[in-house]
């Protein structure tokens, strides 16, 4: 992990930055998304977390401390490059690489700064991802919220395996219906400016926001309450990026501010 006001590694994160920059989109994150956006990204996070293997670069997060409404981090962007097995020379055993290494350390660094919860927007295809991880939609207050998030989440999952496209979407409207904060909010709805029937795929588009809250923290979430408006410390590129998203994952490209986790 790479702190950019970090003044005693002046060029760990500035390297880091200039390499990844360097590989582009494609390597690391599949085409998923613009240049523009990964630049932004990379300019303007607080932390950049580097996942390499023998000197190479296999992934990398780009996440921001936000101190509204509550102290917390925001991942605003994740890549990491397809799965695959490699053989160790020392012991030839089969190793996995992945980006859950990375999500790790993202919450070690929270537990250090003592946030109260880590956020960010997980488009279509990887919301079982992060709910396995520990994220819950933002908007789950109560316990019954809990048992309709997880049998949302239960059959998405079951209609992803079996790509039915017509399942998936319906569950995935039900969601953001459900827990996307301030869907129904008229200047939410004025600010998509799509026909009706559209609404909540464009907002989709965008992920659906997501928190990990710390279990020593957890009660002092904010249940119920109106919730507080949150002013971001930095502005956020924007980004649209189907990648399939389910459908998405599967993808089509287009520019919008997402998490991204491009390979689990």
Known sequence: MYKKEDTTDLYGYANFQYEI???GTKHLCQGEINKEFLEESLERSDYLFVHSFNDEIRGFACVYLDET????????LICNSKFHNMKTRLTGDDIR????SIMNEIKRLGEILEVK???LN???NVISYYYSLGYTFENVDLQRDLDKQHGLITALIHAQKQDDVLEE????DEIVGRFYPG???????RKIGEEEEDRKEVAREDGIPMVYIYPSRDHDRNRGGKKKRRKSKKKRVSRKSNIGHKSKRGQRVKTK???????K
Request: charged letters at 30%.
């Open 21 to 23: 920059e360097k590989m």
């Open 69 to 76: 409404p509550d102290k917390h981090l925001y991942v605003n």
């Open 97 to 100: 690489l992945s980006g859950k």
């Open 117 to 119: 919860y880590i956020k």
């Open 122 to 124: 997980a488009i279509d």
């Open 169 to 172: 979407t319906r569950l995935l």
């Open 183 to 189: 869907f129904y909010n008229e200047t939410f709805q």
């Open 257 to 263: 501010k997402t998490t991204k986790k491009i390979t």
